[in-house]
């Protein structure tokens, strides 16, 4: 089957060599009036070499690629992309006695912009960030079947969610197959969590911080702890298991913190306590109270335009928990804003300790797990970044 041509201008196949995933709107040279959003298409050089297949949107990114190679977009194609993304989890060995939680398929990291897969215990949770994507959900949902077998127990889709105002009024979430009563229960490194994929931020959990949560973990003992932007309570379990004198979670959200407290009671019992508050005031005055504050907060920029806010953010945060921690202390601060790189992050918190007039020392980099996979070829897919601070 042959798809509507696009062609670049002269120059623009440069960025295909090195297999980036995006085409954006000025590389054009020629394309059909008639394209809709998500209409696949080929996309050909100006000398009408033919460079790729993938998917059209209305907007600065133009075509994502789903293929390099000239092929028909069907049942096989997607049966291969999510078996090969599930051959490559395996790999990594993530599910097992201790860990029945992973993602499963990471959008361009896994050859497919724009798809989210996150796997809870055989519950699967969908989320189409594209129009182009959302239209293949069903040979989405037979590819999963294939590959995950009997494990698999059901898949909900979320698109409605992750769809651009555009489209989220026109689809509905749901179950695509089977069904799960309200909430699924997983294993994280042995620790118990519930998971609300329906009301829950994003896919219910923040999968992409299970290594630095152990971390974590392994300089919590008898250390007081605070877990600023907590969420449901990810890093304050994995403290609590290894032996903090106290945990505080904070989270903004009321539900978050409510959640939180249900995941404290499901796993060995610790002091723990949480606070549905603004991390800001919370940690006001806070002063010389914390042996280690973790600051995970969500992605204060979302584009290219809140970069420089987002960076005066991440920098009032740090400076306020670098002054306000003990004497040793530890602050695992990390930001998961794609546009705001490593080193633009790494000088962010070096001058925030200046401002603080505190001396640290950087005992870790951090990143996202393997099951967040980043490419040569789409080094924007590197978003999670993050820094264990020592505090004099
Ligand atoms: N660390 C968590 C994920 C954090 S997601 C985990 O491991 O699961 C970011 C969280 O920050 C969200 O739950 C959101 O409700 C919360 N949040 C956003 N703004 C906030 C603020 N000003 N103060 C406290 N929490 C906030």
Known sequence: MSYPQIILHKGKEISFQRQHPWVFSGAIAKKDNHLNDGDLVEV???KLDYLATGYYANGSIAVRIISFKQQTIDHQFWHEKISKAYQYRLLLNLIN?????????????DGVPGLI????????????????VYLHKDMIVEALKSALGNQLKSIYDKSA????????????????FGHASGYILVKEYGH??????????????FIDQRENRKLLGSYSKGKNVLNTFSYTGGFSIYAGAQGANTVHSVDASESAIALCNENVALNPPFEHEGFAV???????????VYDIIILDPPAFAKSRDSKHNAVMGYKRLNVLALKQIKKNGLIFTFSCSGVVDKFLFYNTITSAAIESGRNIKILHYLNQPADHPVTPYFPEGEYLKGMVLWVE
Do not use: C, P, W
């Open 97 to 109: 006695e201790n860990t029945n939680v992973m993602r499963l398929f990471f959008g361009e990291g």
């Open 44 to 46: 050909f050089s100006s």
């Open 192 to 205: 118990v969590f519930k998971i609300d994929f329906v009301n829950g931020q994003k896919t219910g959990f």
């Open 117 to 132: 897969i996150d796997y809870y215990n055989g519950h699967v949770v969908l989320q189409a960030h594209t129009y182009g």
């Open 278 to 288: 603004d991390t800001f005031e919370f940690l006001k005055d806070k002063k010389d």
């Open 161 to 176: 969610e992750s769809l651009s105002k555009h489209f989220s009024g026109t689809v509905q979430n749901g179950f695509l």
